[in-house]
């Protein structure tokens, strides 16, 4: 059974860093592309940023130049990296890892939470 673990949320000051890691465990890891979506109350899940397996990022506009996606193979991890952090940002952020063929589904995390006070 696959399993995505995050950790690393938190309370921060507007301005303020976190670093966010979500672990895979139960299954493959480093041919799948990962990604960190945020959710806010009353708004739909988005996409902040994804990593290819060849560390091909992308990241949403909102947090393109804030934000670092990175991976870690021989960890099974997937970080984010978030500088300058804004109220805007307080969301629940969820790790998935995405489906490599038919033969696999996606998986998510349980979430973790990031509040960014003004």
């Known amino acids: 059974q696959v399993q995505l673990v995050e950790s690393g949320g938190g309370l921060v000051q507007a301005g303020g860093s976190l670093r966010l890691s979500c672990v895979v465990s139960?299954?493959?890891?480093?041919?799948?592309?990962m990604g960190w979506y945020r959710q806010s109350p009353g708004k739909q899940r988005e996409l902040v940023a994804s990593i290819t397996a060849g560390s091909t990022t992308n990241y949403s506009g909102s947090v393109r130049g804030r934000f670092t996606i990175s991976r870690d193979n021989a960890k099974n991890t997937v970080y984010l990296q978030m500088n300058n952090l804004r109220p805007e940002d307080t969301a629940v952020y969820y790790c998935?890892?995405?489906?490599?063929?038919?033969?696999?589904?996606?998986?998510w995390g349980q979430g973790t939470q990031v509040t960014v006070s003004s």
């Open positions: 139960g299954g493959l890891f480093n041919r799948n592309v």
């Open positions: 998935k890892r995405s489906r490599y063929n038919s033969f696999e589904s996606d998986y």
